[in-house]
């Protein structure tokens, strides 16, 4: 590899017109953004790694320029989920006096939809009282669980999964600059495995070419792929009743070999109908039920222990 630190930032587009597929949403953006006074706050909404807030920084860059970082609030909501860190930082930043040539401030609000509602209200009179000296682009993957108020005060852009031909091309511009040996079967394992999340994509290319070249065989042992076999030995060893074995073994595949908590699931589901169990249909309803306690944000571990000790419980 030619370089070191992190591809995905290292490549981040530093521009709107560098944004990969979202053509649609970036033409109406750079419209919006011409008189930056007439630019509404904004609601991305979409499933991770299609450039959601890629776009909304750039949308900072363009409009402030040389001020962005001083007139820019960057703030990840999954990690302070509640009404202070509403009160406390966004509306503190909100009313810092001594505005330099800039027509607002921009709050980026990244995963507003693990906000809870009582910080989504206080959210939204803070968005009412600060109009006319601040912009807020909120970025959410599930549009559903912003509350109406906050929506409605919105232009709202659904962004796309980046369709694989795009996803391989910027592969390929990538693997050219850090001069890494990159193969279309390689290419198109690292596609498949990330399912259109491009920065999933460019974090898998970087861990497969410490191994060497980006071939479809070291996509899958980068990407623990050659460990879903030990998802079917997790799935015997919880039906047989041992609940600490099982855990212990999908800990391991989970902290050591870095499979997601999402990819373990899917593969348990596969491993299922493989097993042909008598009882196939009690045991898709439980990984179903605990994937849906996963999605609308519950601890994967603890969700994750408890569908094993669930799961052992159908042959005893």
């Excluded at 491009?198 to 980006?214: D, E, K, P, V």
């Amino acid at each position: 590899m030619a370089t070191t630190g992190m591809w995905v930032e290292k490549y981040r587009p530093m521009k709107l017109s560098e944004v990969v597929n979202q053509t649609e949403i970036i033409g109406s953006l750079e419209a919006l953004i011409k008189d930056p006074t007439d630019m509404p706050h904004l609601l991305f909404s979409g499933s991770a790694g299609v450039g959601k807030t890629t776009t909304a920084l750039c949308i900072s860059r363009q409009i402030l320029g040389d001020y962005s970082k001083d007139y820019t609030l960057e703030l990840n909501a999954s990690d302070e989920r509640g009404i202070g860190m509403v009160r406390e930082k966004v509306k503190k930043f909100s009313r810092y006096a001594g505005m330099a040539d800039v027509p607002f401030k921009i709050i980026i609000l990244d995963e507003a939809d693990e906000m809870t509602s009582d910080a989504q209200t206080a959210l939204r009179r803070i968005i009412e009282d600060t109009a006319k000296i601040c912009r807020f682009i909120l970025i959410a993957n599930n549009i559903s669980k912003i509350i109406d108020p906050i929506q409605s005060r919105c232009a709202t852009f659904k962004f796309t999964s980046v369709p694989e031909e795009d996803v391989v091309k910027r592969l390929e511009e990538i693997a050219k600059k850090e001069k890494v040996k990159a193969d279309k079967k390689g290419l198109k394992a690292i596609y498949d495995y990330s399912e259109g999340d491009l920065r999933h994509a460019i974090n898998l290319m970087q861990a497969t070419a410490s191994l060497g070249a980006i071939s479809e065989e070291n996509v899958k042992a980068s990407a623990g792929l050659t460990k879903t076999t030990d998802v079917d030995e997790v799935l015997k060893i919880a039906l047989s009743g041992k609940v600490p074995e099982a855990r212990e073994k999908m800990i391991e595949l989970i902290k050591v070999y870095g499979m997601s908590e999402s990819d373990f699931l899917k593969y348990l589901n596969s491993a299922v109908f493989k097993s042909k169990h008598d009882k196939l249909s009690d045991i898709l309803e439980v990984i179903a039920k605990y994937d849906y306690r996963i999605l609308v944000g519950s601890n994967s571990e603890i969700q994750l222990s408890a569908m094993l000790a669930e799961l052992a419980k159908i042959e005893n």
